[in-house]
């Protein structure tokens, strides 16, 4: 069976009903924003110069921004695993602790040599288990404020983490990233990720039509599939700008007016900030260790998303774009059009820009 194949079924299968054009989505890239904004990402961390996807697939169309999931390549294989999960309730926190090895099979990593996903992203990382165990509140309520988003966002019932939209430099992972069957990779640190609702999660739907649990992001509100009240086919447009809504539902046995996170097949596919307050040594848990081994080091990927490390983090840290911009005296996007795809070209983008290489390096360093 083709890779191409499993991507159409997965496409048909998750996407049923929901009036998209499966070979136009709309692309994520640049649709990442400094505050809370529908149908877009408040990301906490990026950074351009990291790796990630080596080519541009053909199933993205960069002329009208959008891709065709149905001809997107897939990671082949069908590796089990030893998965071990457990969701408890201690006191008031509801405690997770597992292995992050999933209990669905995943493709082969690093990725096959001779598969046609290898042409366009040469993840070289392998699956690894974790040790992880993470309390969360086991009754959230929402912050004053939302937050940005980190990288690792929470995990899904089928033992597996769950990152936020972006890869590493910041682009729409579900469009430029190859993943498995299960939309599932492994970054740096061998923590096995999802960036959209995996379609081997299970997702059932109540008797009411709105879409059962598929997991918790850190802050303890659970995320569901892609069905609201009366079954209704949710898009981002219908959810606010963290991707999520208040109504009655489900939650520890009692029927509950309270919000929730949902999981749509459009950008950014689960979370786009935080409603809820969140520990910052829980995304440090569910990120992984941080690699030994250089970003820079010859095939490898650093942890995508940006690991734990916070805007405005230690030195050596990637530069702010929005300040390097500020610092140019043009807008973020434009930068980002002409920093292109990971890793950078300094030369050409500054000949873009019209002005120094030396410019363009100071004004990079002095945003770190």
Not at 68 to 88: E, I, M, N, R, Y
Not at 205 to 214: C, D, K, M, Q, T
Not at 306 to 330: C, E, F, Q, S, Y
Not at 338 to 351: E, I, S, T
Request: proline share 10%; with cysteine; glycine share 10%.
């Amino acid at each position: 069976m083709k890779a191409t194949v499993t991507a159409l079924a997965w496409a048909i299968v998750s996407t049923s009903g929901h009036g998209h054009d499966l070979t136009a989505l709309p692309l994520g890239d640049g649709k990442i924003s400094q505050s809370p904004k529908v149908g877009w990402i408040w990301a906490c961390h990026i950074n351009p110069q990291a790796g990630g996807a080596q080519r541009v697939g053909p199933w993205i169309n960069t002329a009208n921004g959008t891709y065709d999931l149905t001809a997107k390549a897939v990671v082949p294989g069908q590796v089990s695993w030893p998965s071990q999960f457990k969701l408890s309730v201690e006191q008031n926190q509801r405690v997770f602790s597992g292995n992050d090895l999933p209990n669905h099979t995943t493709g082969s990593f690093p990725v096959p040599s001779n598969s046609e996903a290898y042409r366009y992203d040469r993840n070289p990382n392998r699956i690894q288990a974790q040790t992880m165990q993470v309390a969360l509140p086991l009754w959230p309520t929402l912050a004053a404020q939302a937050s940005c988003a980190p990288g690792a966002i929470g995990f899904l019932l089928s033992g597996a983490v769950l990152f936020n939209a972006l890869d590493a430099p910041g682009r729409d992972a579900v469009a430029h990233e190859t993943q498995d069957a299960c939309q599932g990779h492994p970054q740096e640190s061998g923590v096995y990720h999802y960036h959209s609702l995996s379609s081997c999660v299970a997702d059932p739907r109540e008797p009411n039509g709105h879409s059962a649990l598929v997991g918790y992001l850190v802050d303890g509100f659970g995320i569901y599939g892609p069905y609201g009240e009366k079954g209704q086919a949710l898009r981002s447009k219908d959810l606010d700008e963290c991707h999520g809504h208040t109504h009655t539902i489900p939650w520890e046995g009692k029927q509950v007016a309270m919000y929730h996170y949902h999981a749509t097949p459009d950008f950014p596919y689960t979370a786009g900030c935080l409603r809820g307050s969140y520990k910052q040594a829980d995304v440090s848990t569910i990120s992984g260790p941080r690699p030994q081994r250089t970003m820079n080091a010859p095939g490898g990927r650093p942890p995508e998303g940006g690991a734990a490390a916070p805007p405005g983090g230690p030195a050596g840290a990637p530069p702010d774009l929005n300040k390097v911009a500020a610092t140019l005296g043009i807008s973020a996007q434009k930068l980002r059009e002409a920093l292109g795809p990971p890793p950078p070209d300094l030369r050409a983008a500054a000949a873009k820009l019209g002005i120094s290489v030396e410019t363009l390096q100071s004004a990079l360093q002095a945003a770190r």
